[in-house]
């Protein structure tokens, strides 16, 4: 614990640190503080932060700048912020005309918080296994080929060609597709491997078929990603590598939705620097929150961006925007 002067001590210096990037001395503290008292006494105060691990000094004769343990003080302590007139009217006019299928209106989002946030945006989808079945279409493509359509609560289409060895009749396409989708209305899509679906002799083998295709649909669809903004993490760093070894992440979508899954499974709403248990990250930090659609998980957002980032502001965007994307989902249920 830290005592009221050097609470306000690191907060000013990560203040100042987040807005300048550059070393903080004690002059600065004394004005940015306002804590009534000498340049010496803080300059005595930074070197017990230094000691206990929360500020570091580049080098001789710089200022301070802050740590991971500094940093995690700041955003336990003062939490986010609320979003400005200007952000808050961006997310009201964003969230009353977006529209579309729920994959467009994912990337959409994705964009909007990169915006916000001038961080790397990334939205995860998922299909949960309750979302139900609106509609179901087979659509001929050719005389051996067809796609299924199915359409989801919330607006998720899951699509999957199916090429066979025989033709088949539009016709006999569309009953199927009229069947399986009673059989399916308002029933969550994982009940098409326990269908017990009344049709003609001569048709049951195409209804199992698309059956199939209908689950593979819905495995294959079942978590996506957004990703947008990546040339703000680029702006943010002057090392090369760092910056190839973010960008590498960024490329590789199972860790990326792995990375946020697991920073929400430990209870985390911000992961700074080697928080996120990935090496490349050392100088990144996360932001996440889920989203929910009627109650559900549908899905998670977050953002990526320096470890010297706006917190509060971050936090607030990330906050609004999940609350946004979940109730305008869950009104489309």
């Known amino acids: 614990m830290l005592d009221d002067r050097k609470s306000a001590i690191l907060r000013a210096v990560v203040q100042t640190y987040i807005e300048t990037a550059q070393p903080v001395g004690s002059g600065h503290v004394v004005e940015a503080a306002a804590i009534g008292v000498s340049a010496a006494t803080v300059r005595s105060e930074m070197t017990v932060l230094e000691r206990e691990g929360y500020l570091v000094q580049p080098h001789t004769s710089a200022g301070r700048i802050p740590t991971e343990k500094g940093y995690r003080f700041f955003v336990d302590e003062m939490g986010p ?7 808050t009217r961006t997310v009201s006019g964003f969230f009353a005309h977006v529209h579309g299928e729920l994959e467009a ?7 909007l918080l990169s915006r916000l946030t001038s961080t790397t945006a990334m939205v995860i989808g998922e299909v949960a296994e309750t979302r139900k079945v609106r509609s179901v279409q087979l659509v001929a493509l050719s005389e051996r080929s067809y796609l299924t359509l199915v359409v989801l609560s919330a607006g998720t289409v ?6 066979r060895s025989t033709p088949v ?5 569309d009953e ?20 017990d679906l009344a049709v003609p002799e001569s048709l049951a083998a195409l209804a199992a078929e698309a059956s199939e295709a209908i689950r593979l649909a819905a495995t294959e669809s079942g978590r996506t990603l957004h990703i947008d903004g990546a040339s703000n993490i680029a702006a943010a760093f002057d090392a090369s590598d760092t910056l190839r070894e973010v960008l590498s992440l960024l490329d590789q979508q199972m860790s990326v939705v792995t990375l946020i899954r697991d ?4 209870g985390l709403t911000v992961a700074i620097g080697s928080e996120t248990g990935v090496a490349p990250l050392a100088e990144c930090s996360l ?11 549908a899905g998670a957002i977050g953002v990526l961006g320096p470890t010297r980032m706006n917190y509060q502001e971050t936090l607030a965007a990330v906050a609004v925007v999940s609350n946004r994307l979940g109730h305008l989902l869950t009104e489309g249920e």
């Open 81 to 87: 912020a609320r979003l400005g007139p200007e952000q």
């Open 105 to 111: 209106m994912l990337q959409s989002t994705s964009r």
């Open 158 to 163: 899951l699509k999957h060609l199916v090429e």
């Open 169 to 173: 009749t539009a016709d006999d396409l």
């Open 176 to 195: 199927v597709g009229r069947l399986l989708g009673r059989a399916l209305l308002d029933r969550p899509v994982t009940d098409v491997s326990t269908l």
């Open 263 to 266: 920073v929400l499974d430990r």
């Open 287 to 297: 932001v996440v929150a889920p989203f929910q659609v009627g109650g559900e998980n």
